[in-house]
């Protein structure tokens, strides 16, 4: 059984073929992008703002609004396995249909009930999010990687797009709805339980699972074309069991956890760190404002490149450029310092997380997306959360962030070594890169 192929891309007048290169696959694209914005974007990057007042108005402990947060971003990463099962069982629209009603009753919860820390905690924590797990990227990415093939990081690039997108313009847009409602943070909650409401209206009636593989099964892409790509992509689906055994499948995870320990103690810590050596506060929203620009900018250069040269090649450069860019975070000197940790950070971060979308579709089948990102997310999400909370406790400890930073960049070395060893995995019967085959050789 052949595993895979090397895609080959159309050129000519032959490109405008088939539905990833038509309108209805754009129109499907915008969907999802959609999407992302209104329920993970958002409520990710917009509750910074609202959250602030709530704290005020509420008189929460620190301590209970760290445990709700918490919560919030393990809701996000634990339940990748279940989001994973009821894309299997229900599929996409059923799926994101599901989590955005249950994103509509947590913004509700916190609009109207909230008054209390433990209420702030299982509102926001549990409730809103679940809802932003389950109709969130994961059910996206898959999707992605079931309709689009030829064209798939490009896919991934433009719905990973409306992320950066959402966190460069909800901050000031919700603040500056609280400024004009006399801080009325509850107000902000009732946009975020309308914005999905309107994404629950966008899976019903624009992403009809029936209707957009008619359309790609009626209007196929085709792959042949004059030359060849040297991108493997698979033919097979694979179990997460047989995934397991590979060693792609844990060179992969162990890529995921490193950028997600670097990209949380840049978002928990990078703004104190720079505050801390005697950058303004303004300085450092404009050195955040910039590596979300430059986020959005790898992502959508992995996009273009993904589908013409090995995402794996393109991962492994774009975490060197992360280690570059927290070498130059360490003792950064001016505004000019600024510039030069974020740029390269940013472009770094936005396409690891292109070309990690696209490894594992490409490596393991369109369809077996849901279940290997899925099973990932939890590991990936403790790294992360333990990062962080590593990186506080070393600075408690040291008084500065700078063995921290030594690790980080260590960690980026493996992370780029680790990628580039994690070939395209064989066929069932012949893979040698199985971990049990190559225990017994």
């Known amino acids: 059984m052949e595993q895979g192929v090397r895609v080959h891309t159309v050129s000519g007048p032959t490109a405008a073929r088939g539905f990833e290169y038509s309108s209805d696959g754009w129109r499907v694209l915008g969907a999802l992008w959609l999407v992302v914005l209104l329920v993970v974007a958002v409520p990710s990057a917009g509750i910074s703002v609202i959250n602030a007042q709530m704290i005020a108005d509420l008189n929460l402990d620190r301590s209970v609004f760290g445990l709700g947060f918490g919560m919030f971003v393990m809701m996000m990463g634990f339940q990748g396995p ?26 509700v919860a916190m609009a109207t009930l909230v008054n209390t820390g433990w209420q702030y905690v299982v509102a926001f924590g549990i409730v809103v999010g679940t809802g932003v797990c389950v109709a969130g990227m994961l059910p996206a990415q898959a999707a992605i990687a079931r309709w689009f093939h030829v064209r798939r990081a490009l896919a991934v690039s433009v719905v990973l ?14 603040d500056r709805l609280l400024a004009v409602s006399d801080n009325n943070w509850r107000l902000g909650w009732w946009v975020i339980a309308g914005l999905a409401g309107i994404a629950l209206l966008t899976a019903r009636l624009a992403l009809n699972e029936r209707q957009v593989e008619r359309l790609v099964t009626q209007n196929p892409t085709g792959i042949e074309s004059l030359g060849e790509t040297h991108v493997f992509k698979s033919q097979v689906r694979w179990s997460l069991k047989e995934a397991a ?56 250069t992995a996009g273009v490149l993904g589908d013409r040269i090995s995402p794996a090649v393109i991962a492994a450069a774009g975490m060197a450029l992360v280690a570059a860019g927290f070498f130059l975070l360490i003792h950064p000197q001016g505004f000019a310092g600024i510039w030069m940790y974020a740029v390269p950070a940013g472009i770094g971060y936005g396409a690891s997380q292109v070309c990690l979308m696209a490894l594992l579709g490409n490596y393991f089948g369109r369809e077996s997306f849901p279940s290997m990102f899925g099973s990932m997310m939890p590991a990936s999400t403790l790294c992360a959360a333990s990062g962080a909370a590593g990186a506080g406790a070393i600075f408690d400890q040291m008084g500065s962030y700078d063995l921290m930073f030594n690790i980080i960049i260590g960690l980026c070395a493996f992370a780029s070594l680790a990628i580039l060893l994690a070939s395209p995995p064989g066929s069932a019967s012949t893979n040698e890169n199985r971990l049990g085959e190559e225990a017994g050789q």
């Not at 797009?161 to 919700?174: M, Q, V, Y």
């Not at 005697?278 to 590596?291: Q, R």
């Open 82 to 107: 279940v989001v994973a099962i009821l894309m299997e069982k229900c599929g996409y629209q059923r799926t994101v249909t599901f989590g955005c009603g249950v994103l509509l009753v947590g913004a």
């Open 245 to 300: 055994r590979t060693r792609a499948y844990w060179l992969i995870l162990a890529y995921m956890s490193v950028a997600g320990v670097a990209w949380v103690f840049l978002m928990a810590h990078g703004v104190v760190h720079l505050q801390d050596i005697g950058y303004t506060s303004t300085d450092t929203a404009i050195a955040m404002a910039i590596t979300i620009v430059a986020s959005f900018i790898g992502n959508m």
């Open 161 to 174: 797009s409306a992320i950066e997108f959402g966190g460069f313009l909800s901050p000031p847009a919700l």
